[in-house]
C-alpha cells in the first residue's frame, strides 16, 4: 500500500478537519455580529456540515475513478462528520470560556429552564453532527454508490 494513498479513513480526517476549521470561522462570526442566538445560525451549520460530507465521498469517488463500495463512501461521510463536530464542539467549549455573553444568549432560550452549561451543548453539537453524518451518508451513498449492483441490461 502506497503511503500516499487515499482511504476512506484519511480522507474522512483531511476533510472533516476542513469542514470543522469552515464551521468555526462561521460560529464565530456569527458569535462576533451577535446573531449566534437565532435558529437560522445552526441551521447553516448543518448545510455547511452537510456540504464537506458530500464533498469528501464525491473526492473518494474521483479518486478511486467512480468505484466506490457503499461502505467506503458511508464510513468517511461518518469521518468526516465526527471530525468537524468534535472540533466544532471543542471551539464551543472555547467560547463558552472567553466569552459568556455569546453563551448566555443561547442559554437564554432554553425551553425547559435547566442550565445545561458549556458542557453539555458542546457535547449536543458533537451528537448532532455525528447523527447528521449518519443520515446524509445514508442518504448521500444512494446517489454516489457504483452501479455494481445493477444487472446488466440485454440487448435482446
Do not use: C
Amino acid at each position: 500500500m502506497a503511503d500516499n494513498e487515499l482511504t476512506s479513513e484519511n480522507n474522512g480526517l483531511r476533510m472533516g478537519v476542513f469542514t470543522g476549521l469552515v464551521l468555526i470561522a462561521y460560529t464565530g462570526i456569527a458569535a462576533l455580529a451577535g446573531f449566534l442566538d437565532k435558529i437560522e445560525a445552526g441551521t447553516l451549520d448543518i448545510v455547511i456540515l452537510i456540504g464537506g460530507i458530500v464533498m469528501a465521498i464525491m473526492r473518494l469517488k474521483r479518486y478511486r475513478r467512480n468505484r466506490l463500495s457503499y461502505f467506503q463512501g458511508f464510513s468517511t461521510g461518518i469521518i468526516t462528520a465526527i471530525v468537524a463536530s468534535v472540533l466544532l464542539g471543542a471551539f464551543f467549549w472555547v467560547l463558552g470560556g472567553v466569552s459568556k455573553a455569546a453563551i448566555a444568549a443561547i442559554e437564554a432560550r432554553d425551553l425547559f429552564g435547566a442550565d445545561l452549561g458549556v458542557l453539555i451543548s458542546g457535547l449536543g453539537i458533537i451528537l448532532l453532527g455525528t447523527m447528521t453524518g449518519v443520515i446524509t451518508s445514508l442518504v448521500a451513498m444512494q446517489y454516489f454508490k457504483s452501479p455494481d449492483h445493477m444487472p446488466v441490461a440485454s440487448l435482446d
